[in-house]
Nanobody, 126 residues
Framework: QVLLVESGGGLVQAGGSLRVSCVAS????????MGWFRQAPDKEREFVAT????????YYQDSVKGRFTISRDNAKNTVYLQMNSLKPEDTAVYYC???????????????????WGQGTQVTVSS
């Protein structure tokens, strides 16, 4: 069992920045690829970014490329999502997720992930 706890959400003006974090416990963090997803009201959960076990490989949804950066610190069991140039359409609950894997793959579909955090609200005002 892996417990994921997100933090760092909040209210920010359009154009601003925010960093959300996700701390994992329970298993060896470096055994898991990690992902960030988000869900806005009345919308399906959507992929935002993913990172491989070592952190060497990352992949982003097109709408956040160049604005968001996913990173991880395996020594701290933590994955981060740095969000810059935020837009009102980025408003959502942001979730981190963990996927057990042997290789350095990354994953973009929610059903591929094994564990989920409870989410943290990010609100971008115009």
């Amino acid at each position: 069992q892996v417990l994921l706890v997100e933090s760092g959400g909040g209210l920010v003006q359009a154009g601003g920045s925010l960093r959300v974090s996700c701390v994992a416990s329970g298993r060896t963090f470096s055994d898991y690829a990690m992902g960030w997803f988000r869900q806005a009201p009345d919308k399906e959960r959507e992929f935002v970014a993913t990172i491989s076990r070592s952190g060497r490989y990352t992949y982003y949804q097109d709408s956040v490329k160049g604005r968001f950066t996913i990173s991880r610190d395996n020594a701290k069991n933590t994955v981060y999502l740095q969000m810059n140039s935020l837009k009102p359409e980025d408003t959502a609950v942001y979730y981190c997720a963990a996927k057990a894997t042997n290789g350095q793959s990354w994953f973009v579909r929610p059903y591929e992930y094994d564990y989920w955090g409870q989410g943290t609200q990010v609100t971008v005002s115009s």
